[in-house]
């Protein structure tokens, strides 16, 4: 069975000297009753005795890491790893969650709550996210928001009758396209959609409205926090420098893209850790072989890097005041 499916718990415990090498975070894969049956990565998938998959997780706590232990028991024991990016309230976990979407039908109409409402109902962080699609067929599309402004009564009331899906405002969405959900935004993600993922390391979803499939609903916790007014966003990029864009940017995390002709070169010493998606391409990161649909993670102060993967694609994601320096693709 393929090492991405193996339970964090069953794998050697790593006890040396905090790491200054990439580390590669092996999936864990969900099935979810929209996802897919033919994922564009994980060749091997289909060993796990799963339908369909519709997530691919790779900063939870259980995911297990390169070095033998979860990500988990690697940040409880080298707490440094993670740099000045550290939670402080939430110590012991990979402060963003980062992750890849496959789409066969539309997900739930749903709401995360911030981060005052997620500490005071369930000891969690809020979920601020973002996504970037990495493939779309034609005619894809998401939904953020309102068109028009609602009340909460109406709200919960279109949530039971299922008015509310043609209450959203939906959008046409292709590959490279930004959406930028903060914390309260009604939302849902369409049918035929690859997509990159990175949010709050928080699993709290409200359910407003499933079309019929038998799932719970969670109407009083999602009235209560969801933005009633439309929500306007744009999708663009910012070139940084040459091969390297910020797709967007929040208190929580920046994501950019790196597109190397040839290589992408990251200085030592980071002050926080860095999460470095594979999306296309193949050659060599540091001493080991990368592959699409991989993730590493770049540990805070850790050594020099060099990625080597002519026309290779990748998100960056970290968390920082400032653009990240040092990071030169060529």
């Given at each position: 069975?393929?090492?991405?499916?193996?339970?964090?718990?069953?794998?050697?415990g790593?006890?040396?000297p905090?790491e200054r090498?990439?580390?590669?975070l092996?999936?864990?894969?969900?099935?979810?009753?929209?996802?897919?049956?033919?994922?564009?990565?994980?060749?091997?998938?289909?060993?796990?005795?799963?339908?369909?998959?519709?997530?691919?997780?790779?900063?939870?706590?259980?995911?297990?890491?390169?070095?033998?232990?979860?990500?988990?028991?690697?940040?409880?024991?080298?707490?440094?790893?993670?740099?000045?990016?550290?939670?402080?309230k939430?110590?012991?976990?990979?402060?963003?969650?980062?992750?890849?979407?496959?789409?066969?039908?539309?997900?739930?109409?749903?709401v995360h709550p911030?981060?005052?409402?997620a500490?005071?109902?369930?000891?969690?962080?809020?979920?601020?996210?973002?996504?970037?699609?990495?493939?779309?067929q034609?005619?894809?599309?998401?939904?953020?928001?309102?068109?028009?402004?609602?009340?909460?009564e109406?709200?919960?009331q279109?949530?039971?009758?299922?008015?509310?899906?043609?209450?959203?405002?939906?959008?046409?969405?292709?590959?490279g396209?930004?959406?930028?959900?903060?914390?309260?935004?009604?939302?849902?993600i369409?049918?035929?959609?690859?997509?990159?993922?990175?949010?709050?390391?928080?699993?709290?979803?409200?359910r407003l409205?499933?079309?019929g499939r038998?799932?719970?609903?969670?109407?009083?916790?999602?009235?209560?926090?969801?933005?009633?007014?439309?929500?306007?966003?744009?999708?663009?990029?910012?070139?940084?420098?040459?091969g390297?864009?910020s797709?967007?940017?929040?208190?929580?995390?920046?994501m950019?893209?790196?597109?190397?002709?040839r290589?992408v070169?990251?200085?030592?010493?980071?002050p926080?850790?860095?999460?470095?998606m594979?999306?296309?391409?193949?050659?060599?990161?540091g001493?080991?072989?990368?592959?699409?649909?991989?993730?590493?993670?770049?540990?805070?102060?850790?050594?020099?890097?060099s990625?080597e993967?002519?026309?290779?694609?990748?998100?960056?994601?970290?968390?920082?005041?400032?653009?990240?320096?040092?990071?030169?693709?060529?």
């Open positions: 069975m393929p090492s991405y499916f193996q339970s964090a718990d069953s794998v050697a790593y006890i040396g905090i090498s990439p580390i590669l092996e999936p864990i894969l969900r099935e979810r009753v929209w996802g897919r049956d033919d994922l564009p990565f994980f060749p091997c998938w289909r060993a796990a005795n799963i339908r369909l998959i519709g997530e691919a997780w790779f900063t939870f706590e259980e995911n297990s890491t390169s070095l033998g232990i979860s990500l988990g028991e690697l940040i409880r024991k080298h707490p440094e790893v993670l740099g000045n990016a550290a939670d402080p939430h110590p012991g976990i990979c402060p963003l969650l980062m992750k890849l979407i496959f789409t066969r039908e539309r997900l739930s109409v749903q911030d981060d005052a409402y500490e005071l109902h369930h000891h969690s962080l809020g979920k601020t996210e973002a996504w970037y699609v990495i493939d779309a034609p005619g894809a599309e998401v939904a953020m928001g309102f068109r028009q402004p609602i009340t909460r109406r709200l919960k279109a949530a039971q009758s299922g008015e509310i899906e043609h209450l959203l405002a939906w959008h046409r969405v292709q590959a396209d930004v959406i930028f959900v903060p914390a309260g935004t009604v939302h849902a369409g049918a035929g959609l690859t997509i990159c993922e990175v949010q709050e390391n928080s699993d709290i979803t409200y409205y499933d079309y038998p799932r719970e609903l969670h109407l009083e916790h999602g009235v209560a926090v969801s933005y009633l007014q439309p929500y306007s966003f744009e999708s663009h990029t910012v070139p940084i420098a040459q390297r864009d797709l967007t940017e929040c208190k929580y995390f920046r950019e893209r790196l597109r190397p002709k290589r070169s990251i200085s030592s010493g980071l926080c850790y860095a999460l470095l594979c999306l296309r391409g193949e050659g060599q990161i001493a080991a072989q990368f592959e699409p649909g991989q993730v590493w993670m770049m540990p805070a102060e850790g050594d020099e890097l990625i993967g002519p026309d290779s694609e990748w998100i960056l994601t970290y968390t920082a005041d400032e653009r990240l320096p040092g990071v030169f693709v060529d």
